[in-house]
């Protein structure tokens, strides 16, 4: 097992330790039941709105949300949201992995967004 396979099998003990349906996939694009395989993660933040996080070699962690969902939440729930990715990016840092948030629903998407959103696997150019 090498280095990289670890830290999409801990990625996904973490998330699976606090939500209980998330669906993964290799790094390919396709659905597997293989944490070692894991490198996009998609789940529900309780209830809120559908969140991906993907991991790569070149880019790290990346995390992919709609901001919108976290926009009439009390400030409890968004201190609670941004104690979470805080803590993603600990777990990035710590693997000495680059991290990334992206809002999905900005409306200027800038070269780098293009450049990403053209390499995920599965997803129509």
């Known amino acids: 097992m090498n280095e990289f396979d670890k830290i999409g099998e801990d990625l996904f003990n973490k998330l699976r330790g606090r939500f209980s349906e998330i669906t993964i996939g290799n790094n390919e694009g396709i659905v597997t039941n293989e944490p070692a395989e894991a490198r996009f ?3 529900d933040y309780n209830g809120l709105g559908k969140v991906s996080a993907s991991l790569d070699e070149e880019e790290g962690l990346t995390v992919i949300y709609s ?3 976290m926009e009439n939440q009390d400030e409890m ?4 949201w941004y104690d ?3 803590e993603l990016r600990v777990f990035a840092k710590k ?3 680059d991290y990334n948030v992206r809002d999905i629903t900005k ?3 800038t070269k780098r967004d293009y450049k990403f959103l053209a390499k995920r696997p599965g997803t129509e150019q």
């Open 41 to 43: 993660f998609d789940f």
């Open 67 to 69: 901001k919108d969902f």
């Open 77 to 80: 729930t968004q201190d609670a």
């Open 84 to 86: 979470f990715l805080k």
């Open 95 to 97: 693997r000495m992995l």
């Open 107 to 109: 409306s200027n998407l």
